[in-house]
């Protein structure tokens, strides 16, 4: 077994790396393995050196770093609230924090509060609310996923309204609606290093707390966890991780949903494994998204949130009527 997992990990690190190549290939000008590779090892003579460092360098790193962030929130919040359909966006998370985001955009307020702000106090207050509002049923699993969808449909509102009400912001504001990673540059690579530095760690330190968590209160307590404290502060890290992503690349649905079921599925229920195996599993995904997104009808973009949505949403009704028929 643990040959058979440390193969998996093996394959998921490899398969990243050699997708993360793929993906410095495309854009505006197309190039090929010996153009990257001589970037690599002659930077200062390359005339490519600019366009990969400059512009498809931070683009990939951001898209992998989003795409670790929200696969791991969504592993924590699976775990700690006992629900295989908890996740980011169903919790409506992303969602807040991107109304907030797109608040900031509408009154031109962003010369007082930065956006990345904005987007942080967003997806922290909507989770506090979800918190507040499913401890009151014992966290619930109907309860959390019917706050979630309720809360995100809400939030989903005030973005539509923003687009129509702001005709001169819509382009910026449909971005944070669809969620993109396009024009995105080392500054935003550098807002979100502080949070995945120090949360991925810890939030794999705190794994087998997930563990223990997932088998209930009474158990919990029984092994002498302090289980509201633990619950609340797995569920910071996560909805900080969200939130974070949020704020620069907006609303990307259900790579929180997606990514730990497939890890699971190789790895089994352990969140020592789960947890990392399911940032890879992000990571992977969100990439490769976004070369589809790239490439399909090039020159045009789609937004990376319109294609994991495409591939996401089938599977949530796929998991909603498996959960509905047990």
Not at 94 to 100: D, I, Q, R, Y
Not at 201 to 212: E, G, M, Y
Not at 242 to 259: C, D, E, M, N, R
Not at 269 to 284: D, E
Request: aromatic content about 10%; glycine content about 10%.
């Amino acid at each position: 077994m643990k040959n058979k997992n440390t193969l998996i990990f093996t394959i998921s690190i490899v398969s990243l790396i050699v997708i993360s190549f793929i993906s410095l290939i495309f854009g505006s000008k197309i190039l090929n393995i010996t153009d990257i590779f001589d970037v690599i090892f002659n930077y200062s003579t390359s005339k490519y050196s600019f366009i990969i460092f400059e512009y498809r360098v931070p683009r990939l790193l951001m898209t992998i770093i989003v795409g670790m962030s929200l696969a791991i929130a969504g592993a924590i919040f699976q775990g700690v609230l006992r629900n295989p359909l908890a996740s980011t966006d169903v919790l409506g998370i992303g969602k807040g924090a991107g109304f907030f985001a797109c608040l900031v955009i509408n009154l031109n307020l962003k010369n007082i509060i930065p956006i990345p702000m904005a987007a942080m106090f967003g997806g922290l207050g909507v989770g506090i609310i979800i918190y507040l509002l499913t401890k009151k049923t014992n966290f619930k699993n109907t309860s959390i996923v019917i706050m979630g969808i309720a809360m995100s449909a809400l939030f989903d509102a005030g973005i539509q309204y923003f687009n129509i009400s702001n005709s001169g912001n819509i382009q910026t504001i449909f971005l944070w609606l669809t969620g993109s990673v396009w024009g995105r540059y080392w500054d935003e690579v550098r807002i979100l290093i502080p949070y995945v530095v120090i949360l991925i760690p810890l939030s794999i330190i705190l794994a087998n707390k997930i563990d223990i968590l997932s088998l209930g209160d009474k158990v919990a307590i029984n092994l002498g966890e302090k289980v509201d404290f633990l619950r609340v502060g797995l569920l910071l890290i996560g909805i900080i991780l969200t939130a974070s992503s949020v704020s620069v690349s907006g609303t990307i649905g259900f790579v929180g949903l997606i990514a730990p079921h497939i890890a699971k599925s190789l790895v089994g229920y352990r969140h020592k494994l789960v947890i990392p195996l399911s940032g890879l599993v992000g990571a992977i995904l969100l990439v490769v998204a976004d070369i589809i997104g790239r490439t399909i009808i090039a020159p045009t973009e789609i937004p990376v949130g319109i294609v994991t949505a495409i591939v996401g949403a089938p599977y949530f009704l796929y998991l909603l009527l498996g959960k509905k028929s047990n």
